[in-house]
């Protein structure tokens, strides 16, 4: 199996190409792997919880023979109530293994993120900036620790 950690996106091909937007699918397609080893087979809601981190919440939202789509959270207590940031739709190609953010929440109240918002948006379009959030967001849940296994 290739080694993510040797997955750089940016690297692989020119940004804002097509081919570089399918490099980065590709890698963050084997992170959340490496977050959800059993993701052809999970359904439901699952968390992960590590010590000194958030709580990570995932909720399989829709399920086909080739495709899972599913939501990806923390959910922080906060004075106001429940926040839910950052708030990510994924949908995962098992066959083509491949996966996409498909949405992302309108506002990052996390300054990382909106600076990896930032950063990238001159990029391909839209799809480019949501996938490089995922990207980096995958490969820090998965070096925090968290792991989304079957109950």
């Keep these: 199996m290739l080694l993510d ?8 091909a020119r940004p804002r190409s097509f081919v570089g937007l399918m490099a980065l699918y590709e ?32 909720e399989i939202l829709e399920r086909s023979r080739y495709t899972v789509t599913l939501s990806l959270t923390y959910h922080l207590e906060t004075d106001q109530g429940l926040l ?19 949405s992302i929440g ?23 900036r949501r996938n490089i959030v995922l990207n980096k967001w995958l490969e820090y849940v998965s070096d925090q620790g968290h792991l989304i296994l079957e109950r």
């Design 5 to 12: 950690t040797y997955l750089v996106p940016e690297a692989i």
């Design 106 to 128: 309108k506002r990052q109240r996390h300054a990382t993120l909106r600076k990896l918002v930032n950063a990238h948006r001159q990029e391909l379009d839209r799809r480019w």
């Design 84 to 102: 839910i940031d950052p708030d990510m739709t994924i949908r995962a190609y098992l066959d083509g293994m491949l996966c996409e953010a498909m």
């Design 27 to 58: 890698s963050n397609y084997l992170r959340l792997l490496r977050l959800i080893p059993e993701i052809d087979r999970l359904d439901g809601c699952f968390r992960s919880r590590v010590a000194g981190d958030c709580d990570l919440h995932v």
